[in-house]
């Protein structure tokens, strides 16, 4: 079956690093996208890896490793507004959108 | 209006009640998306609509009944609802893949509340 799997909570201090891992077994692979979503609002677009490595925007980077099933989202220099649920999705063969759980980030001052 | 406007936000029913929730999206996409979003659960894919034609639909019961009248346009109808379909309904829209991403930009979101 099609999996993902990352962790339910994380909690950071702000201005810290924080890295929020998920894994994923697909049928087929056309990409990974990371989500942002407040409380109470919609989720909206971070990030998007195809190609293996590293994607950088700003304060925000991912990571992606076909071969491993693998991608990560770094969050640096945290801010209180980053406190948020992170969703990781991939995308499978037939282009439909396989989402992980979420991951809930408490930032702490 | 842009982006992904849903209506209403909140929603209280009966089960006994008919209602309709609204999507409409102002992005020129010819894909929408219905998901259902319970706590600490996945986004679960209920229908997909592309160029207005229904591709998707995910083992959804009857009583949730979705309608695409043109690309801009998403219903999903509701009726004898139970306690368990309490979540929030969210309405996506993207262009179509083929090629290239595609990237789903969403609604705010329909908090159902079934009693």
């Known amino acids: 079956g099609q999996n993902i799997d990352q962790p339910t909570e994380m909690t950071a201090t702000e201005g810290a690093i924080v890295q929020i891992n998920c894994t994923y077994q697909?049928?087929?692979?056309?990409?990974l996208f990371w989500y942002q979503q407040h409380a109470g609002e919609a989720p909206t677009f971070l990030s998007y890896?195809?190609l293996d490595g590293l994607e950088e925007k700003g304060r925000f980077s991912s990571f992606l490793s076909r071969s491993k099933g693998y991608s990560y989202l770094l969050l640096k220099e945290l801010q209180m507004k980053d406190s948020a649920s992170y969703l990781c999705?991939?995308?499978?063969?037939?282009?439909?959108?396989?989402w992980g759980a979420g991951t809930k980030l408490i930032i702490k001052p | 209006e842009t982006g992904v406007t849903q209506t209403p936000r909140h929603l209280v029913m009966g089960m006994t009640n008919k209602k309709s929730l609204k999507c409409e999206q102002h992005l020129g996409h010819n894909a929408m998306y219905w998901y259902k979003q319970s706590a600490k659960k996945p986004l679960e894919l209920m229908f997909v609509y592309s160029l207005e034609e229904r591709v998707e639909n995910n083992s959804v019961p009857s009583r949730f009944s979705p309608e695409c009248p043109n690309s801009s346009h998403l219903f999903l109808h509701l009726h004898t609802l139970q306690p368990e379909d309490s979540a929030l309904y969210l309405c996506?829209?993207?262009?179509?893949?083929?090629?290239?991403?595609?990237?789903?930009?969403f609604g705010p979101g329909t908090r159902l509340t079934v009693l």
């Open positions: 999705a991939a995308l499978d063969s037939n282009y439909q959108l396989i």
């Open positions: 996506a829209s993207s262009q179509l893949a083929g090629g290239d991403y595609n990237e789903q930009f």
């Open positions: 697909t049928s087929g692979f056309n990409g």
């Open positions: 890896n195809v």
